[in-house]
């Protein structure tokens, strides 16, 4: 099914239900995989993409189509999981990158997390850089977006995203390279 065919679907009372179905088919894996990047924890990722869902179908009517359905999609999960980390944070009184070093921690304790030391290693280089930086990182280098699609999702220009990755590069094989 053709995209825009997808969303006049969603924004129709009676096929809503079905095409959200077809939505959450195409999109859940990838939505997941994004989430998780970002708040590591398996638990917290489910809650988060159900918050994404959530937040997609009631807002689907808004939706102008002056992006990709997945880029509107993406935003959506970043703009969740930022504001999950944030109130996380805040709730334990940490700053956000207190609330990194706990996230690490726990990641090593995770029954979910399969990876081996490097990549262990990886997560902390990335838990070290800033905020963009990381969203940047984590888009271009594990979703393999393009520069094009991350400056819809995170209305920034291409220039400032080439930046931002080459320096995260840069940080993290630093990081890597010193630990």
Known sequence: MEEHQLI???KNEKTRNNAFKELINLYQERL???IRRMVLSHDDTDDVLQNTFIKIYKNIHNFK???ALFSWMYRIATNEAITFLNKKAKLKGFSSDEMQEVMITNLQADEYFDGD???LKLQQA???LPEKQRLVFNMKYFDDLKYEEIS???STS???LKASY???VKKIEEYITNH
Do not use: N, T
């Open 65 to 67: 189509e002056e992006s």
């Open 8 to 10: 006049q679907q969603l």
């Open 152 to 154: 819809e999702i995170l």
């Open 166 to 168: 080459h320096h995260a």
């Open 126 to 128: 990335i838990s070290k």
């Open 117 to 119: 030391e490097i990549q």
């Open 32 to 34: 997941y995989w994004h």
């Open 158 to 160: 291409i220039g400032a």
